[in-house]
């Protein structure tokens, strides 16, 4: 089985606008990967419409984040349970440094459900501060 566990949607600056998580799942489908996570920057908000198109889909998903410690390291953080990993995406939200995100600078941090309607976006920068416990 292929298995790639390290992906970024739109909600990450870094990621395409177009990268939505229904069209993530339909290139990794396309490329005969059978378990998939989505791993945006310090959040989880797109990992409910991950669900959905990995469902649609047939391919097993891991629900992730990519999460900025103090000392800049980026932790990739997975999880088998949707639930469990959106509730700690919340939390590392709320604990991520406060650092506005300019969308024509920095990049766009779109919340989009599984069939690529826009829900929203975040206000912190995702990519930018660390998580202070
Ligand atoms: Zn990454």
Redesign the pocket.
Known sequence: MLIDL?N?SCL?P?GSLEMSPARLVEEAAARGIGMLAL?D?NAGDNLPAFAVCCRRAGIVPVYGM?VTGREEA?LLCLFGDLKTAVRFGYEIYENLQTIPNNPDRMGDQIIVDEDENILGELEKHLAGGAVEF
Request: proline share 0%; net charge negative.
């Open positions: 390290h970024h990450s870094c791993t920057h990519e980026h």
